[in-house]
Structure formats: C-alpha cells, structure tokens
C-alpha cells in the first residue's frame, strides 16, 4: 500500500452537506489504508521527488515490504490523473492494474489508481517501486511522510534546481520523534531537502481525527506561486468574464427577486433557488478541477460542483444588480494553511460567492442545500477568503457567526402510564442541524422518512416507541426545522420498586455527544463544529405520589463542555431544564481521556434517576 504521499491535489469540488448529514445517517468515516498491519512491515522505504528547472517533478519511490509471522500481499497503491503521469508500476508476482477513482456517482475528478497485488512470503522480502512525473508544477504541494505499515528506515528527499532554489521552500510540519530533517546546499546550487526516520510508527485512520492534512506529518511546498497576486491570476486565468448569451440567468433572476424588497431579501433568494435546484456533481478532472462553469451552462444542466453553482451565484447577483464575486477558500478542519502564508493550491479546496453591499460582505455558498437565510457554515467561519476585484484581489476572514445558531433544542411533556412514560417529544433544530436534518429527511426514500423520524426523536433510547411523527419546515430557506412526536412511549422508564417508582427522565439526549474509544488511539480528536444542546422537560406527577428525590442541579465545566442540569417542582410538575454548549472542539491525544471523563459526567448526570413515593394516605 502507498503512504499517503503527494496524491493529486484535490480540486475545488467541497460538500459541506456530506459531514453534516452523517449525523443523522450512518456514514463511512474514510477508507482503510492498510490491512494485516500486525503481519506486515517496511523495512526500507526511499521516495526521491526531482524538481525540474521546468518546474516538472520526477518521483522514484522504491518500498520494501516483509511478513512477519506468515505469508500476505500488500495492495500496492498511487494516485494519478492527467496532470500526474505514471511511468513505472513493477512488483515481484504483481501486475499493475490501473483504475477510476471516484466519489460514488457524485464527485468525478479524473483521478485513477495504480494498483498491485504483492504476494510476500514470510521473512522475504519484496520491493515495490513506482515511478511519477508531475506535469503540472501547482500539483506539486505537499509530501506526506506517512504509510499504514510499521516503517523500519525511511528516507525521503526533495531535490530543488539552484535555478528555482532562490524560490522554492520545502518547510517541515508535525514531523513525529522518529523524524529529523535536514536541507543541504550543493557546490553546484542545487538543494537537497531530506527527512530520515527510523522506527516509524504506522499512520492509520481513526474515527473523529484530524484531517491528514492538518496533522499527518509533511514537507510543505511553496514557491510554485510567488505570492497571492500570482496564485490569484492563475485563478483568473481560468475563471471567464461573466455572459448571459441566451439571457436564461437574467430572466431567472429578475423571477426569482420578484416582489424582493431589499438587496438582502434578493441574496436570500437567489441563494435559496441556487441551493434547492442546482444538483451538486463535480466532473473536474484537469483544468475542469479549477475552472468555473460559465453561469448559463450550470443554469442549462441543473447541476455542477462549488465552483458551477459560486458562478451560477454570482451572475445572478450581478443581473440582479448587485455586485456579485468569486471566492476562494480552503475549509476549516480539511485545510491548514491561509492564502497569505501558503500561496498554494493546497490552501484552498472549495469555491463560494459573495455579495458585496458597500462595506459589508455577504458569503454565500450554494452547495449548502437547506442552510437558512444567511447562514455561514462551520466550514468557513475564520477561514480566509481570497475575493475577486477585477485585476486586483481581495484578503478578508469570513466572521466568526453563527455559532448560537447551531442549536438542538428537546422539550417534552410526559405523564406515567403502567410503567411508561407517555406524552409528546419535539426537537427543534437550527443552523448546521437544520441542515442535517432537513437533508437527511429529504435524502431518503419517503417510506423510510417515518422510521429514520422516528429514531431521532428516540435517541438515546431504545425501547421508544414513536407515534404520528413528521418534520416541520416552512420553506427551505428557514431558520429552523421541527421534528414531532405527537404520541411516544418510553417502555419501562418508571419502574415500580415496592411503594416507589424510579423515573429515568434523561434530560440530555444530545446526539453528537459521546466518548472516544482510547484502544490503540494515537491521534487526537476534531470534531467538524461547535453546537448548543437545549432541553425542557415536564412530567407529571401522578396522583396519590409525591416528590422523594430529586437529582441536585449539576454544573459541568471542562475545557471542552460547559452546561448544567436542574430540577424543580411546580404545580403538580416535576420541570428539568439541561444545557450543553461546547467550547472547545479538538482535544489532543493526551487530553483524550479527560475529554472522555468530562463527556461520561454529563452522561452520568443525565441518567440521574427521579425517586416518587406514594402518599401515606394512599
């Protein structure tokens, strides 16, 4: 198997929907890299990348793989498109097999895979070697020093021309204890940067971790772009001078504004059409993975990736009379660097509009189907935007907004029946869980709304029953979605003990909260936005019972949740309210099992049980 080293860059095709979505239904949490990583290792590794004077990049990668314990095959793999050529694929006993790589139906960029199927014999070792040339100076941003196999030696070189040396840089980044880097200058000028490890330890998808590019460990390149200016007229290059030959994008928009009263409630319309009637599929293999569609032909076909619908956006603006613009930006949790410390493809991996009103701008993102009127995602509060401005550009951070609207609000009523609490259940859902939940429910087939309803409103239990269910939606522009349980049974939640009954409540049923599982764990946790959790429930005390325990108010505080849990009685009603807000979403590898401890407290105190007796004269 390849380290994840130098694979293509990824084209500006981003769907913030895709994680967002995943809290609702089961998703794969990525691929697995390696297997049978106990038997096999790497006992030496070279990969040498060759910057020609061109800017051209030669790549010769030799790997030798062993088994440990008893004969296996490792799947050999490296990714290539029409900018990345393969010139070599060779294994003992394998053949090269070459592959489309594609995102389901949804995502197309062209890229394949080289694959072969390596047989080892125990304790013999076999060399794996692949040889690349990079056509296409920009694909040649980052070198990952990383494989899913324990590594014995390794080294890894990039050699830059004294020609170039006064403008490339190779620059290290969360290099691990086994690393240790080093740049040589030769007589003749030329730079040789190198990283030698020893004793490497495999890198390996875990659930909730960091991207890879935030912190797999890598060799950094810049010098491609000589600064932002430059890197944005290579954008610009590829970006046409907005037309509207048929005059279909004016007449749109002039239907679309109708009625409008302000430029506000225009960009919330067109942001709106956009979101609801542009199908997102991306087929961006080569320049296709930077070039916009013009707005006519994204309008024509109904569909395109971020970069067709930021077209489509902006020419719908501009014929509404508002000056509307092109953006770049690299996503939070998926790119580390900013434009002005990284001119680089690799700081930018999705394209959005903007609206421009005086002073103010207005980011829109038309990938961001049932976002709500003016809502800013996650993904891009804080990020850098790099905005056109005809021959000049524009530097500005998207702010930092939203984040109370990203909220999970329970309220309940229940009354005691036979053991059972019966009565009514709603989630209110605003921002990112808007979206998710609207997404989900609209994603999947009608007959299954009903059950998929149905567990959500369940959630953390499972022995609910869930009666006369449904979503609540006004237009898919709303702040907030609804989800409704007019008649739901939590079987068994008020067990009889003698003369007692022992009520399980469980105020805080926050989906998204839970504890990392630290077996073999060596990467830290980043979880994709911060959220609010709301509750209020009431239950009904029942007659000829009264009050004879109530969990005391718990506080929690961690640098990671804050929040509380209280109870009180008033007027034949037992009212808890809960809160849980995040503060901080990323917790290292070593502050995993506090941020478990922190999680199991609020857990803990959700689960605190309600104790009711029966009156003396009952």
Sequence with gaps: MKPMSSWPVAAFGFRFPAFVVAIFLVAALGKAYASDTDNIHILDERRSYVVQPSGQVKMVEETTYEALRADGRVIATTMFNEDISIDKASAPGAKPYYRSWEDGDLFYTGSRICLMAVPLKKGKPAKVTFEQTYRAPEQFCNVFLTAPYATEKSLITVEVPASLAGRYKVVPKNLDSSMTFDAETERNGNVTYSVRSEGRLPYRHEPEAPSASIDAPQLVVTGVFADVGELYGFFRNYSKPYADATGAVADLSARITAGCESDIEKIDSIASWVRQNI????????????????????????????????????????????????????????????????????????????????????????????????????????????????????????????????????????????????????????????????????????????????????????????????????????????????????????????????????????????????????????????????AGLALEIPDGYEVETLPGRQDFDSPWYGGFIAYRVSDGLIECEAEVHTRRTEARADELTDLNSAVRNIIRASESKIILRKTINQ
């Design 279 to 534: 199908r997102y599929v991306a087929v961006e293999h080569g320049e296709y993975g930077i070039r916009p569609e013009p707005a006519a032909d994204v309008l024509a076909r109904r569909y395109g990736d971020c970069k067709g619908s930021a077209s489509l956006l902006k020419g719908l603006l501009l014929e509404a009379g508002i000056d509307g613009r092109l953006v770049w930006i690299g996503t939070a949790g998926e790119v580390a660097s900013r434009w002005d410390s990284v001119p680089s493809l690799m700081s930018g991996n999705h394209q959005i509009a903007a609206a421009v009103l005086g002073d103010s701008i207005i980011y829109i993102d038309g990938t961001t189907t049932w976002a709500p009127a003016g809502y800013i995602p996650p993904s891009l509060r804080g990020q850098q935007a790099l905005i056109e401005d005809g021959d000049g550009y524009m530097l500005r951070t998207v702010p930092e907004a939203c984040r109370q609207a990203d909220t999970d609000t329970v309220t309940a009523h229940f009354t005691i029946a036979d053991g059972d609490l019966r009565g009514s259940l709603a989630r209110d859902m605003g921002g990112v869980f808007k979206m998710s939940a609207a997404g989900a429910f609209y994603g999947i087939a009608p007959a299954d709304r009903r059950q998929m309803l149905g567990r959500i409103l369940a959630y953390p239990k499972k022995n609910i029953s869930c009666q006369d269910v449904r979503l609540d939606l006004e237009t898919p522009s709303a702040q907030r979605c609804r989800m409704v349980c007019d008649s739901i049974i939590d079987r068994g939640a008020a067990r009889a003990m003698g003369d007692k009954l022992i009520v399980d409540l469980r105020p805080v049923r926050d989906m998204y909260l839970n504890t990392v599982d630290l077996k073999d764990r060596r990467r830290g946790v980043a979880k994709p936005f911060g959220y609010t959790y709301v």
